[in-house]
């Protein structure tokens, strides 16, 4: 909390008379993923304002017209705010109290878990204690702290599968990209970095409208000189202030950066110094690779399962032999002549994509794609950097990944990566859709992206998963080649500190060495549990229950009518929301949907509260952490999703108890101890909300901690491998 003085000079103060003497909060913009810092003005029990934070680096005071709105979304007529039931063919809502909402939804879940609860997977006899009968879809904008408890619960407590967020539709192909070339798969600098460009290229983003203040930055740059490029189908406001726009025809993306490529290649433009030092272009490739000059095709690819699922030893390096007949390094030629080097696969791959053979794919001039590559040349070198920006136009695709791709390899051709003013920023949409990914609420991976155990006899036991759980690998030679440089060097090396901290931080004193640290508790992943597949198996009649907290799915779905018939075809739909949204209304507000009657849903609608009015920290696209004050009441009985979530979790903990089975003991184990602590003030002077969750504890929790201090550890280097012991 601050005063008005700290944040307003002394003549805007004295000038500012409505906002005179009101306490101020921090928060952050709820819209998009710029996360801009915002001030929350609360006098005499009321919101007043909402304005942009001039101490914030992110935006320095200014809010968009999206994050203007901020005070209207908070103070506005059309939110619910009293818990509802909609009974199976019922034609209205019922308002119901909070503890009938809590008992009855904890009911349901509890019933469903029960029936789809599978132990031992049935070919393998592996144990799995798993659950696919119920889904759990988290929004992107909740906070880190919610998406931690709903991972914690529903998969570490519950045993679902089927937990995840909309970042499954938006970045999961930045991350396919970003992750294997950089390591990171994320936005590479912040925007604000664009300040120091001198060209920046974006494709793929209307950054104008969707990321206004972001915006503002690539703007201040071509005020300092810096040229600005739009390739876009559309011709939007982000072309109208760019210097250059060039229209190219919707995914056409490839087409056009791989001509840029092989221009700058067969022109010389490239970095070449950077390029040996920082990149593999000149590593040696396994002879046996190769691709099909006319598909594009790489070897091994498998029409049936259309998948690289053949030859997966030929995608990796040729090896020096050390004295003693083990492998060594990887192979590399400087002069980069070597035919199977990266460089020049690199050139025999983009050799077809000349410029008039792009323009006839992409619709553009040939000389719209030398001009954007002579641009991006003269703008990169040793005292040179561009920046790419891009967002759901690269994404969206089923190619988005290949498209990602190509632009990193232009980026490191060109020496962008790694410096100030270069890099590659993929925007992201929600407020926390990294956080929700880092988290995370994707079925694939537990927090800090260590992989869930599969239904494998590597992953039966923990010393089998910490020998073969990591992600990346699939069926390379694990003895040497690029699974033994992850293993022993990259960060999969810290494997087990992760895992096990997790497991210590879940399941407390119960887990411990003599029972795999809980590890069997945890469900173990038999294939894909995606939110497309789970909206496909529940039009199927495969999932009874699911519960969707902040997320509008029955919009968001690529296929609204498939989807909103799937979610009819629920025995029961829980819903926690700002608004009733189409989702919480699709038994009766569907314009071709059936009549409520025929609708057999029992639909429960939890009203939460938005970012002012709780306690949390949020993740930006440049994965800046930023934490938001409660700073006004909830109207009504809105509650946030992070106390739902801790009351469900009480009431299901309590029955995990009365059980008294073997397969409930994860529950039972689970840590569920975040009372709001008796006196803790709140700093705008609020009062505390019954049975509340403290989300500093659950903060604290998700840092790490040292088990004997108490103290919050450093980062994951302050994971001490030794405390870990492990069969
Ligand atoms: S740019 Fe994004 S975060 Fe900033 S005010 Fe606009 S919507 Fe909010």
Not at 49 to 61: I, K, L, Q, Y
Not at 219 to 244: E, F, L, N, W
Not at 276 to 283: P, R
Not at 476 to 490: I, P, Q, V, Y
Request: net charge neutral.
């Amino acid at each position: 909390m601050s005063s008005i003085t700290d944040v307003y000079s002394p003549r805007t103060t004295f000038r500012c008379t409505r906002l005179r003497g009101a306490k101020v909060g921090s928060s952050v913009c709820q819209f998009c993923a710029v996360g801009c810092s915002q001030l929350g003005f609360f006098k005499d029990g009321k919101l007043i304002d909402v304005e942009g934070d001039p101490r914030s680096a992110v935006n320095e005071g200014r809010l968009c017209p999206k994050g203007s709105s901020t005070y209207a979304l908070n103070d506005n007529p059309y939110r619910k705010v009293k818990p509802m039931y909609r009974a199976p063919g019922s034609d209205h809502w019922e308002e119901v109290t909070l503890d009938w909402m809590l008992d009855t939804v904890a009911k349901r879940i509890w019933d469903t878990r029960n029936k789809g609860f599978v132990e031992k997977d049935p070919a393998t006899g592996i144990t799995v204690n798993n659950c696919a009968n119920i889904g759990f879809i988290g929004g992107s904008a909740n906070d880190n702290e919610e998406c931690y408890l709903f991972r914690k619960l529903f998969t570490g407590g519950l045993g679902i599968l089927p937990v995840e967020n909309s970042a499954r539709y938006c970045h999961s192909t930045t991350v396919a990209a970003l992750s294997p070339t950089f390591g990171f798969g994320a936005c590479t600098n912040p925007p604000r970095d664009l300040l120091n460009s001198d060209c920046i290229l974006i494709m793929g983003s209307n950054m104008a409208e969707a990321h206004p203040c972001a915006f503002y930055w690539p703007m201040q740059a071509k005020k300092k000189g810096a040229v600005t490029i739009h390739v876009d189908p559309r011709y939007t406001r982000t072309s109208a202030a760019c210097d250059h726009h060039v229209h190219i025809r919707p995914e056409t993306d490839i087409a056009f950066l791989s001509a840029v490529i092989r221009y700058i290649l067969e022109k010389g433009l490239w970095f070449k110094e950077y390029v040996l030092a920082y990149t593999n272009a000149s590593t040696i490739i396994n002879s046996k690779f190769n691709f099909d000059d006319v598909t594009g095709l790489f070897n091994g690819w498998d029409p049936a399962t259309r998948s690289y699922s053949k030859e997966p030893d030929s995608w990796d390096y040729e090896y020096e032999m050390n004295p003693d007949g083990s492998r060594g390094a990887p192979k590399t030629d400087p002069t980069l002549q070597d035919p199977h080097c990266v460089f020049q696969l690199l050139k025999k791959q983009v050799e077809k994509y000349t410029p008039e053979a792009s323009a006839n794919i992409c619709g553009c001039r040939p000389c719209d794609i030398v001009k954007v590559a002579e641009l991006l040349a003269q703008n990169s070198g040793p005292d040179r950097t561009s920046a790419f920006c891009y967002a759901t136009g690269f994404t969206q695709h089923s190619a988005g990944s290949q498209i990602i791709r190509t632009c990193a390899i232009l980026q490191m051709l060109l020496g962008n990566i790694g410096r100030p003013g270069g890099g590659i920023l993929a925007l992201r949409g929600h407020s926390n859709v990294q956080g929700a990914t880092d988290i995370p609420t994707l079925f694939a991976d537990l927090p800090n992206y260590i992989p869930l155990p599969k239904v494998a006899e590597g992953n039966a036991t923990l010393k089998d998963y910490l020998a073969n759980g990591h992600g990346f690998s699939g069926a390379r030679n694990k003895a040497d080649g690029m699974w033994k440089l992850e293993t022993e060097r990259g960060s999969w090396a810290s494997l087990p500190n992760y895992m096990v901290s997790l497991l210590k931080a879940w399941y407390g004193d119960y887990a411990m060495k003599e029972n795999e640290y809980g590890f069997q508790w945890l469900p173990k992943l038999g294939g894909n549990e995606s939110l497309t597949v789970t909206i496909e198996r529940a039009k199927k009649g495969e999932v009874d229950g699911l519960l969707v907290f902040g997320q509008n799915i029955a919009v968001t779905n690529p296929n609204t009518g498939w989807g909103r018939t799937a979610i009819r075809n629920l025995k029961w739909l829980v819903v926690c929301d700002l608004f009733e949204n189409e989702t919480a209304s699709v038994w009766y507000a569907d314009p071709n949907g059936p009549k409520p009657s025929e609708v057999q849903t029992e639909v429960f609608y939890l009203p939460t509260n938005s970012c002012l009015e709780k306690d949390g920290s949020v993740s930006n696209t440049e994965r800046l952490m930023q934490w938001h004050d409660r700073i006004k009441e909830a109207p009504g009985e809105c509650r946030s999703d992070a106390w739902w979530t801790y009351q469900l979790g009480k009431r299901l903990k309590a029955m995990a108890e009365a059980s008294g089975l073997p397969r409930d003991e994860g529950l039972r184990s689970l840590t569920w101890s975040y009372d709001m602590p008796q006196g803790k003030q709140n700093e705008m002077g609020l009062p505390p909300i019954e049975g509340d969750c403290d989300l500093d504890a659950v903060a604290y929790e998700m840092n790490g901690f040292d088990m004997v201090t108490g103290k919050p550890i450093q980062g994951s280097g302050g994971l001490n491998r030794s405390k870990a012991p492990v069969n």
